[in-house]
Each structure stands twice: as C-alpha cells, then as structure tokens.
Nanobody
Framework: QVQLVESGGGLVQAGGSLSLSCAAS????????MGWFRQAPGKEREFVAA????????NYVDSVKGRFTISRDNDKNTVYLQMNSLKPEDTAVYSC????????????????WGQGTQVTVSS
C-alpha cells in the first residue's frame, strides 16, 4: 500500500554527481526501512544502500562506499541517494524499496518498489 516514485536520474560524465530522490505516498513512511537497488542490462539486481527507520543505521555495497550516501527525511516521506565520483560501472536503473527488515541487502525483504530511474555515466 506504499507507492514509491524515484526521480533525479540522468546522464553524467565519469567523476560527476547525481542526487536521487524517492517519494513515498503514505504518512506511515517512517515505519519502513528503505533501500536502493540497481540493475544494469544483462545483470542481476544489486543491492546499493539501506537506511533504518530513523536514519541512524546505514549499509552500503562495498563498491559504492565513500562515494554514495543514503539519507531520509521522514517529514517529507522521502529517501535520497547522493552519488558522487560516479563511474561508468554505476550505470543502471536505480530503484528504491520499502520493507520492515532493517538494513537488509536481500530484495526479498522489501515489500514495496518504485519503478526506477535511469542513471547513465559516460566515460
């Protein structure tokens, strides 16, 4: 019963930055842990980052540590992914997800998914 809508994707040169947003439809947004996943053509969906309900705990896949930052604003029902020092390998469709398991890297632990936003990083 939670609708998620991502925005902020686009085309950027390697080394550049993008900020993704994921807006939720319900005021119960704060009940949920949130995650970001990505999927490139021909590859499996990959965990990127997760954040707890209060924002006090975060997890990242090793390949984005130090470059990406997940955050949330429960008053705005929104989760963010700040992406810096982007690499061509980061090119993918990025999707946000909501679930009740804190910090999970398993997509099966998430109950609601957005449609995704395309991020393309050129060389």
């Amino acid at each position: 019963q939670v609708q998620l809508v991502e925005s902020g994707g686009g085309l950027v040169q390697a080394g550049g930055s993008l900020s993704l947003s994921c807006a939720a439809s319900r005021r119960t947004f704060s009940w949920y842990a949130m995650g970001w996943f990505r999927q490139a053509p021909g590859k499996e969906r990959e965990f990127v980052a997760a954040i707890s309900r209060t924002g006090g705990r975060t997890n990242y896949v090793d390949s984005v540590k130090g470059r990406f930052t997940i955050s949330r604003d429960n008053d705005k029902n929104t989760v963010y992914l700040q992406m810096n020092s982007l690499k061509p390998e980061d090119t993918a469709v990025y999707s946000c997800a909501a679930g009740l398991v804190v910090g999970s890297r398993d997509p099966g632990d998430y109950d609601y998914w957005g449609q995704g936003t395309q991020v393309t990083v050129s060389s």
